[in-house]
């Protein structure tokens, strides 16, 4: 049975940072494509990053260039480093997982999510 397990969530100021962790069980992480997502109330849930079994990457163009994706197949760890977080990066944030993805901005397209994390960031 998969399972996804976030933290490293919290509270930081404007320009601050932050390193989410994922530690998934039940499955072979180099054959899984693993994604981060976020969401506020009211809103769907948006792709922020994935990771594909091939290692190449994606990211949506409010946090290219500030977050970055990256997996310990070691570990078993999924990651995603924030750096110069702004107000609008206040989300509960999700990894997901899935061995096959078309689409990975898609949430519907995953079929295992952990519990979610929060990150508030205050101006």
């Known amino acids: 049975q998969v399972q996804l397990v976030e933290s490293g969530g919290g509270s930081v100021q404007a320009g601050g940072s932050l390193r989410l962790s994922c530690a998934a069980s039940?499955?072979?992480?180099?054959?899984?494509?693993m994604a981060w997502f976020r969401q506020t109330p009211g809103k769907e849930r948006e792709g922020v990053a994935s990771?594909?079994?091939?290692?190449?990457?994606n990211y949506a163009d409010s946090v290219k260039g500030r977050f970055t994706i990256s997996q310990d197949y070691d570990k078993n760890t999924l990651y995603l480093q924030m750096n110069n977080l702004q107000p609008e990066d206040t989300a509960t944030y999700y990894c997901a997982g899935d061995p096959y993805i078309s689409e990975w901005w898609v949430a519907g397209e995953y079929r295992y999510w952990g519990q979610g994390t929060q990150v508030t960031v205050s101006s």
């Open positions: 990771i594909n079994s091939d290692t190449s990457t």
């Open positions: 039940g499955y072979t992480a180099s054959r899984y494509a």
